[in-house]
């Protein structure tokens, strides 16, 4: 049996003063400040949900947006800032912290707005890699909202309090994570549904240096002046073949990924935060060629640029028709540059020893929109929406 029968059917934080990020900020007005060190810059805003360690529930919820005019999708961009600022309030005052997070897909560049000159440089909608089989009903969006809380009961009553009038459905994903955890050099790790720790591979976001370099747009990244603070988001919706994996030795999903089921630990190794030298295993004796963190980031200086920042959840989404579970892997990572990290890295996995057990179904490309300053008459996309005249 193949895998398409069985499957196709807040804190203010300044990194000038090296200070730590929060493990759960609250809401739209705590985004990280950055000062220049010498000249005085305007500050930038950041929203959370990007570097933050992920809470252990989320939903990624993609709208359209339905408005004659910039004018209107401003008003669109303002009703939702507001209900976003008055839910982190609410929230924080009852000890149960969230996070929400907006992104903007390349359709909202299109004529509607006025907006096409000023679209990030790399953001264009999703291709279809090889391996993916994209359900036209799970992709893509004007808009999508991010919601990181604690438990799933809070995701879901934030979410249905952000349907401001002008946001059109168009899909969503919730999101859990099994076993979450911070591993003592500062990763945030899971357990994902293929029974394999997931995450220790990922930068330090404690180091700004790091995050600046690999996931933030910077005002020397050649983007839109309006786009610093912000980031390239890309969301995919990975249904796994469960059943046919689970009938796999644990030696052959060791093979697969390159990693110790139990420990996480590179094969060959005994820790998790251990690095393995490739250059001591050319032909893949110990770490396979195509096995997924091999080719993931073969470590190597010509690759050091793909890298990205995953923080990807689980998802059950129930049985299809045929009877079969719909399930797997809400894969999410942020990067200064989605053509130099994600889409680079993901033809780097073509063919992989993963391929077999996984289809790629939805998902898209996102640029997260610099954060507000919570001040009077800011908003999400203010600095877009000003750019635009
Ligand atoms: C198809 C479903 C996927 C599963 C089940 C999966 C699972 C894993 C696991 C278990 C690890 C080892 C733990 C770790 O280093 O964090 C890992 C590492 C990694 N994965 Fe994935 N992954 C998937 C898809 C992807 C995709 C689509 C990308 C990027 C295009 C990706 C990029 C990476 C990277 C960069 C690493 C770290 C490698 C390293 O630095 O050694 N993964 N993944």
Redesign the pocket.
């Known amino acids: 049996m193949n895998r398409r029968t069985v499957l196709t059917s807040v804190v203010a934080t300044s990194f000038a003063t090296g200070a730590a990020l929060s493990a759960c900020s609250v809401g739209v007005s705590d985004g990280d400040r950055v000062r220049g060190a010498t000249t005085e810059r305007p500050p930038v805003l950041r929203q959370p949900g990007v570097s933050t360690l992920p809470p252990a529930a989320a939903v990624q919820a993609a709208f359209d947006v339905r408005g004659a005019d910039r004018l209107a999708l401003a008003g669109v961009l303002r009703r939702l800032t507001a209900v976003i600022s008055a839910l982190a309030g609410r929230y924080a005052g009852l000890g149960r912290p969230v996070e929400v997070m907006v992104a903007v897909g390349a359709s909202l560049f299109d004529g509607r707005f006025g907006l096409g000159s000023h679209r990030p440089r790399a953001l264009v909608v999703m291709p279809s890699f090889p391996n993916d089989v994209l359900d036209p009903a799970r992709c893509h969006g004007d808009l999508l909202v991010q919601v990181c809380a604690g438990d799933v009961e809070t995701v879901r009553s934030v979410l249905a309090e952000l349907a401001v009038p002008g946001l059109v459905p168009r899909w969503r994903v919730e999101g859990f994570r099994d076993q979450n955890s911070v591993t003592g050099d500062g990763r945030a790790v899971d357990r ?1 549904l ?1 029974g ?7 930068p330090d976001v404690r180091d700004a240096a790091e995050m600046e370099r690999l996931v933030w747009v910077g005002a020397d990244a050649g983007e839109p002046a309006w786009a610093v603070g912000g980031s390239y988001q890309v969301v ?1 919706i ?1 249904r796994f073949a469960t059943a046919l994996w689970d009938g796999e030795s644990v030696a052959r999903q060791e093979a697969v ?1 390159g ?1 110790r089921k139990s420990d ?1 630990a590179p094969l060959g190794l005994d820790r998790e935060d251990a690095v393995f030298d490739y250059g001591s295993d050319p032909s893949g004796q110990v770490i396979a060629l195509d096995a ?2 091999r080719r ?2 073969p470590r190597t200086p010509e690759t050091a640029g793909s890298r ?1 920042l ?1 923080r990807g959840y689980s998802y059950r989404g129930g049985v299809d028709a045929a009877g079969r579970r719909d399930e797997g ?1 809400l ?1 999410i ?1 942020f990067q200064r540059d989605v053509e130099a990290g ?1 889409a680079t ?2 033809r780097r ?1 073509a063919g992989e020893a ?1 391929d077999r057990y ?1 289809l790629p179904v939805g998902g898209g490309y996102f640029f997260v929109l610099p954060g507000v300053s919570g001040g009077d008459g800011d908003y999400l996309g203010r600095t877009l929406i000003d750019a635009a005249g």
Request: glycine share 10%; net charge positive; hydrophobic share 50%.
């Open positions: 994902n293929f394999f720790r997931d995450g220790a591979g990922n995919r990975i990924f990693r996480g997924h963190i993931a980031n990205i995953r892997m894969f990572c994600f890295m993901q996995l993963l996984v």
